[in-house]
């Protein structure tokens, strides 16, 4: 028995959601239409039953009288009759069909010559059967002896007004349940004939559907309208983030292949007859050089995968001199070299970042400015309203028209910066940088040179 009510629970978890709603349905208009109906029927009999009980107390209190002063018995009201009996239970008295048979058992004959006065009946309402009574029962001394005085009144039409009641009831409720059931049923099957549909869509999407959209109304706003919607903007961010995965492979593809087949090459050259000493270093130098682009490659598409996560950001803080300091030591020297200039200014404040991204994204910038840049080289860093805001200038050519609005995608490099080194994911590593510390990166021309701002909560 003790494990019957989890197997019927899971019995019911198996069954299909509709069925599951119609069938709670039921159950609750059930105890709703049992409760209604027990509370008309009781109503009901309690009026029908005061009623009788008024009659038959004012005609029991009749014959009471009657026989204490020894005068004729009073009629009863219609269906009434009576017994008179002494003390030890025998019929002295009667009216009516109960001439010999006492109306009250030994143990009710003993609590009436007690004193007390009873109230019953004689008969089942169900199942149908003659004879029933409402009885009331007294003592009365008449003569200097013990009477008791049992007055009845048939039931008949008060028990037959309530099986008709009964009748009524169920056949009331059983149509009523049928219609609530129905109706829960219908409703069931509309409200889930949306999910139906996007379940098909979806199962579609999974056998290899190409139309990544479910068919949702644009002229509702209700619960599974929105998760419609909220499920179609899910599948635009998965068929948005299939197509970089799509690209990210042709273009690592593409920025793998170029390293790896020049190495394959001057392997090849060497291979093809013996070399001297100085021609194999020279070969093992454009080797390693072609072996550090790859690491830079790995490292940084890492880097990206690690920023993308978002788990590796720890705001700390930091002086916002130390960390510009820190960022352009090892740039500064190369400026010199070049003779160019390299200035920063900054507010007197501290700021809640991560350096050790923020450091590498602000060298990436500086780094781009010496190499693709001119001039002096500005890095400016000001605090208003809890954003560092961050701008590395240069005077320079600036970037091309055509490449700012693809600045910061990954593998993307300005046409004029084809023969440099580098992988085409710098700007995306300090776009990413930025995304992690809440913030946006923006890249344009200043009509000087190029200028690329940062925007971070700090």
Do not use: K
């Amino acid at each position: 028995m003790s494990g019957s009510g989890p197997r019927l629970r899971s019995w019911f978890g198996r069954l299909p959601v509709v069925t599951r709603l119609v069938v709670a349905v039921a159950l609750a208009m059930t105890l709703v239409l049992a409760g209604a109906a027990g509370l008309v029927y009781w109503r009901v009999e309690t009026a029908l039953d005061q009623q009788i009980d008024d009659d038959l107390t004012a005609y029991r209190h009749g014959l009471a009288h009657a026989v204490h002063n020894g005068t004729a018995l009073p009629p009863g009201p219609s269906g009434s009759l009576h017994q008179v009996l002494d003390a030890r239970g025998q019929v002295v008295g009667a009216a009516g069909t109960v001439q010999r048979e006492p109306l009250l058992t030994p143990a009710e004959l003993s609590a009436v010559a007690g004193g007390r006065t009873i109230r019953g009946d004689v008969g089942p309402l169900l199942p149908i059967t003659s004879g029933t009574l409402r009885v009331q029962a007294a003592r009365v001394t008449a003569d200097g002896r013990v009477r008791i005085v049992v007055a009845a009144v048939r039931r008949g039409h008060r028990d037959e007004a309530l099986r008709e009641l009964l009748a009524q009831l169920a056949f009331a409720s059983g149509l009523t349940l049928i219609a609530a059931s129905y109706v829960g049923y219908r409703t069931a099957r509309a409200a889930l004939r949306p999910v139906e549909r996007y379940r098909r869509g979806a199962a579609a999407l999974a056998d290899g559907g190409q139309d990544l959209r479910l068919d949702v109304p644009a002229d509702r706003d209700d619960e599974i309208t929105r998760l419609g919607h909220t499920l179609n903007r899910m599948l635009d961010r998965l068929a948005a983030s299939t197509a970089r995965e799509h690209q990210f492979i042709a273009d690592a593809s593409h920025e793998l292949r170029t390293p790896l087949t020049l190495m394959r090459a001057e392997l090849d050259v060497a291979l093809l007859r013996p070399r001297t000493a100085e021609e194999l270093t020279e070969t093992l130098r454009s080797v390693d050089t072609e072996v550090g682009r790859l690491v830079t490659l790995a490292n940084t598409l890492l880097d990206l995968e690690q920023l993308d996560s978002g788990e590796h950001i720890r705001r700390t803080p930091v002086e916002l001199g130390h960390l510009l300091d820190r960022a352009t030591v090892p740039y500064r020297a190369a400026a010199e070299r070049d003779g160019r200039t390299l200035t920063s200014t900054y507010d007197d404040t501290t700021v809640r970042v991560d350096p050790r991204w923020l450091e590498p994204a602000l060298g990436t910038l500086l780094d781009n400015a010496l190499r693709h840049g001119a001039g002096a080289i500005g890095l400016s860093a000001r605090v208003r309203d809890g954003r560092l805001r961050l701008s590395v200038t240069d005077e320079g050519p600036g970037f091309p028209a055509d490449f700012l609005p693809h600045a910061f995608e990954r593998f993307t490099r300005a046409e004029t910066s084809r023969t440099t080194p580098g992988t085409g994911l710098g700007l995306a590593l300090v776009a990413a940088v930025a995304a992690s510390h809440d913030g946006t990166a923006h890249a344009g021309n200043t009509g000087r040179g190029a200028a690329v701002t940062v925007d971070i909560g700090c």
